[in-house]
């Protein structure tokens, strides 16, 4: 077995971190290093996936759930709209392997980053 991924950590209290939303399948953070004023990530609880492509394909149902979760998260924390980014590979950014979403809103004009 593997170690249990930076999130599992903080859901399981390993290590700290607020949880802002838990479902039965998924749960949010506050990103640690926010790119916009309102920086979350969506995380499913199983660490099967690593990323977008294979939980598609393996729950597409489980990537339905993350989109409402952003949905709510963006009624709750920002004016209801957002941008949802999924990074899909080292090369294209991604860090942590247990796919996550991050959820961005309240982005001023002109100020849409990529990372
Ligand atoms: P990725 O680069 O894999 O798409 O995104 C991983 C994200 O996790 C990064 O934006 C990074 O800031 C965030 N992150 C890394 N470690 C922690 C942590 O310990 N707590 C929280 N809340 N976010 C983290």
């Known amino acids: 077995m593997s170690e249990p991924s930076i999130f599992t950590r903080i859901l399981t209290g390993d ?6 939303l838990e479902t039965e399948r998924v749960f949010a953070l506050r990103d640690i290093n926010p790119q916009a004023p309102m920086h979350l990530l969506v995380i499913p609880k199983t660490e099967q996936y690593r990323d977008v492509t294979e939980l598609a ?11 409402a979760a952003a949905k709510r998260l963006a009624d709750e924390h ?4 957002y941008r949802l980014i999924f990074n899909n590979g080292a090369g294209a950014g991604q860090s942590v392997f247990h796919v996550h979403a991050h959820v961005l809103g309240d982005i001023e004009e002109n100020k849409l980053v990529g990372f």
């Open 78 to 81: 920002a004016n209801g709209e």
């Open 57 to 67: 394909v393996g729950d597409p149902g489980l990537l339905a759930e993350m989109v």
């Open 15 to 20: 290590i700290p971190g607020e949880i802002l």
